[in-house]
């Protein structure tokens, strides 16, 4: 607000609140207040010191009601003001010449019967703005925003900030127009200001975890086609295999060295291939095609959830389009139910067992990895997630000696899990336990191959037959997706 603008609202306010007496204080956010002076028609003295969009005070028409939906939690300085201003009496409001600075001097008996006089001071001064109570010396009692600087600081004589080198704000002062009063226009161009930054907040937040999510599957993407080059010799392990049996005659080792006729090759070529010194050459091919059987059952799982990704990321490229047609047209209607909109949308996914959408009360995250972990809520929801859909090479953890969810790291890879990933997983464990609220908590963690299910146990408990235990800190630091 400039100058002429504030000049302008204190004499509007003036008529309407001096000779009333202060009643409740409504603490509508941090910096921001309505002070209700009695004027029985549900006009409130509003009073912001927040330096965006800019500090303001004016008369709003508010219902009881919706003031009190709306407040927080009563600050110090509030019941400050409650203790020195409980029922006073307003007896001047005045602008300090030249300043954007307003004080509403009150008179008040104190707890002898005795009359005091105090100033409550609304500096409305940019980044220096401020709400100040003054004793009748002019003293500062306390204040809404921790006081800095000359004559702003607790029990300093008061005076306004010095100027900051910039401009006042400047432009035309604030018209009526077609509102019934000077406060009511500034009420309504405010509300409209408060409601565009609202608006381009939450759509820059939209915007955001959009691109978070579509980054986290590019990453976890890049993980598996990694992955899936890594398994591309699966047909190698098995010809290996092959040639073993079909030479089991005709062999010649010398050693840990075996020469084998590749009768894959157009003119039978002989090529050396190096097995254990130990092992007999049958033993050799069972172990190729072992290692063939896990390589392909790795490779085809990876090629789905790659699969299952390349979908998911065009899903989310079409949410980001309709996002932005959403924002261009200013629905902020739209735009508040965005994502409750997509998850009504989203299709059933294809994969029931795997698919984390399909485990009841899973919680979903990815870790900085680009592994997968799910964490159950309730007993059954920990059953489920346990035994019908963790893989035996998925990782299983809990929190040791204290109820809490099941935590699984899904592992379609069967490749050794990162431990910073082990350690983001044990603190979901931890912090998704009774123990969430103490500073350490140890986690037990296995493969879920190592658990069973005892005979008419309760749902929720296992029996671990092999595990390994890390202490960690309750943190939820990843975040859902």
């Known amino acids: 607000m400039n100058d002429q603008t504030i000049q302008a609202i204190v004499a509007e306010l003036a008529p309407a609140l001096v000779g009333r007496s202060m009643g409740k204080v409504f603490q509508l956010s941090r910096l921001t207040l309505a ?136 432009g035309s002062p604030l018209e009526r127009g077609t509102h019934a009063s000077l406060s009511e226009a500034a009420d309504a161009f405010y509300r409209q200001l408060d409601a565009e930054r609202a608006f381009n907040s939450r759509a820059a937040a939209a915007r955001a975890r959009l691109r978070k999510e579509i980054t986290q599957r590019v990453k976890l993407r890049r993980h598996l086609e990694n992955d899936l080059q890594e398994h591309g010799e699966a047909e190698e392990h098995k010809r290996i295999g092959d040639l073993l049996l079909a030479n089991l005659a005709t062999a010649v080792r010398r050693g840990g060295v075996v020469a084998l006729t590749d009768y894959y090759a157009e003119d039978a070529l002989t090529i050396e291939l190096e097995i254990d010194e130990q092992a007999t050459l049958q033993e050799e091919a069972a172990r190729r095609f072992k290692r063939y059987t896990k390589a392909r059952r790795a490779a085809e799982e990876i090629a789905r959830r790659l699969s299952e990704l390349e979908q998911e990321v065009a899903a989310l490229h079409a949410q980001e389009e309709r996002l932005e047609s959403i924002i261009a047209a200013s629905d902020a209607a739209a735009l508040e139910t965005f994502f409750e909109q997509d998850r009504k949308r989203a299709p059933q996914a294809q994969h029931k067992k795997r698919a984390a959408e399909s485990v009841p009360g899973a919680r979903r995250y990815l870790s900085s990895d680009g592994y997968e972990i799910l964490v159950g809520r309730a007993a059954r929801d920990n059953d489920h997630l346990t035994f019908r859909v963790a893989r035996p090479h998925d990782l299983w953890l809990h929190a040791a000696d204290y109820p809490g969810s099941h935590v699984v790291v899904l592992n379609p890879t069967r490749k050794e899990i990162p431990h910073r990933t082990i350690i983001e997983a044990a603190q979901l464990a931890a912090a998704f336990s009774q123990a969430r609220r103490d500073s350490k908590v140890n986690v037990h963690y296995t493969q879920r191959k190592f658990l069973s299910k005892p005979k008419g146990a309760a749902p929720g408990l296992v029996r671990m037959s092999s595990f390994r235990s890390l202490t960690v800190e309750p943190q939820e630091k990843l975040e859902r997706i």
């Not at 303001?56 to 927080?72: A, G, H, N």
């Not at 703005?129 to 204040?143: H, K, M, Q």
């Open 35 to 170: 002070i209700d002076f009695r004027t029985g028609d549900s006009r409130y003295l509003f009073i912001s010191i927040e330096p965006q969009p800019a500090p303001r005070l004016y008369l709003i028409e508010r219902r009881v009601r919706d003031l009190e939906k709306q407040s927080l939690a009563p600050t110090s300085f509030i019941m400050t003001l409650y203790k020195r201003l409980a029922g006073a009496r307003l007896i001047s409001l005045l602008k300090d010449e030249g300043e954007r600075v307003v004080r509403f001097v009150f008179t008040a008996e104190d707890v002898i019967g005795q009359e005091r006089q105090y100033t409550l001071v609304a500096q409305l001064t940019g980044r220096a703005s401020n709400l100040l109570l003054l004793d009748e010396n002019d003293y500062v009692i306390d204040a809404l925003r921790t006081p800095r600087g000359e004559g702003q600081e607790i029990a300093d004589k008061y005076q306004p900030p010095p100027a900051q080198g910039l401009p006042a704000p400047s």
